[in-house]
């Protein structure tokens, strides 16, 4: 695996040297290093939250250790550059940053960010499906513009794939730790992952529009039109694709070290 990650880098490395400056430039303009240190916050959250409900407290020091060594930023963005700089590869970046770069693109990220840290208190994310629910009850037509821009960016369904890759790759790792005391199927994996679907896909709805809803009630609808318009665009459309490929491969590699840890702690209990 380390060696597979030289050779990856080693290719990104390759690109042009004018190629990798805009790749940078864009990745700042997006925010993108708060945005890795936010999920590293979110991932020691549920790290801790594992070691209660899943690991019985069997975790300790050591636990915490594992978990902030898989959630560490520096592992976490270069390996979120490396899937998002191939899939971004052949794409003209002006325009994203550009964009990213003017007034309303600036609000934009700087919104998405500052909604992204208040979540991490449970009580501004239960107050935001309050909001969401409160808005569906009321038929806020600000709702149908985020519903417009989740459509067209096709935020539920990529984020509910990305989500079963992440649940396929923890299982693999618990079933390769030896976590189960019975030999676990890739056949097997995949239906219990699979069975999961349906409660996944309501929970991701319910988070994308509770999330978008309260960052982006301070824009005009002027603003989150100009946003959709960008995410039409080819450009648009390739930089989305390429942030799933890049967060799809980091929560992979996560989370199958995340079931690899956790195999060490579970031995042979049922789960």
């Known amino acids: 695996m380390t060696r597979l990650i030289q050779i990856c880098l080693a290719m ?15 990745y700042d303009a997006m925010g993108m290093e708060r945005i890795i240190e936010i999920m590293r916050e979110e991932g020691l959250s549920y ?7 899943f690991l019985n407290g069997a975790g300790g020091p050591d636990w915490e250790r594992t978990i902030n060594d898989i959630y560490d930023t520096d592992k976490m963005s270069e390996t979120l550059k490396r899937g998002f700089n191939a899939a971004m590869e052949g794409t003209d970046t002006a325009p994203l ?28 994310e239960e107050a935001s499906i309050t909001q969401l629910e409160a808005a569906q009850e009321a038929g ?4 149908d513009l985020i519903r417009s821009y989740i459509d067209t960016n096709d935020l539920v369904e990529s984020n509910v794939v990305g989500a079963l890759n992440s649940n396929y790759a923890f299982y693999t ?27 996944i896909r309501d929970e991701t709805e319910e988070w994308i529009q509770s999330y978008l809803l309260m960052a982006y009630q301070p824009l005009s609808d002027d603003q989150i039109e100009a946003y959709i318009a960008l995410s039409e665009t080819d450009e648009g459309s390739a930089l989305n694709r390429a942030l799933f490929e890049g ?25």
């Open 247 to 271: 967060f799809n491969e980091m929560f992979t590699e996560i989370s199958r070290a995340l079931g690899l840890a956790a195999s060490i702690y579970m031995g042979g209990q049922e789960l």
């Open 173 to 199: 790792g618990l079933a390769d730790g030896g976590a189960f005391p019975f030999e676990m199927t890739q056949d097997q994996i995949i239906r219990d992952v699979w069975n999961q679907e349906p409660e």
């Open 12 to 26: 990104v490395l390759l690109l042009p040297g004018a190629a990798r400056a805009d790749m940078e430039a864009l």
């Open 47 to 53: 790290g801790a939250e594992m070691s209660t409900d």
């Open 140 to 143: 806020d037509p600000r709702l």
């Open 97 to 124: 940053i550009a964009f990213f770069e003017s007034e309303t693109g600036a609000e934009i990220i700087a919104l998405e960010i500052s909604a992204r840290e208040a979540l991490l208190d449970e009580s501004v």
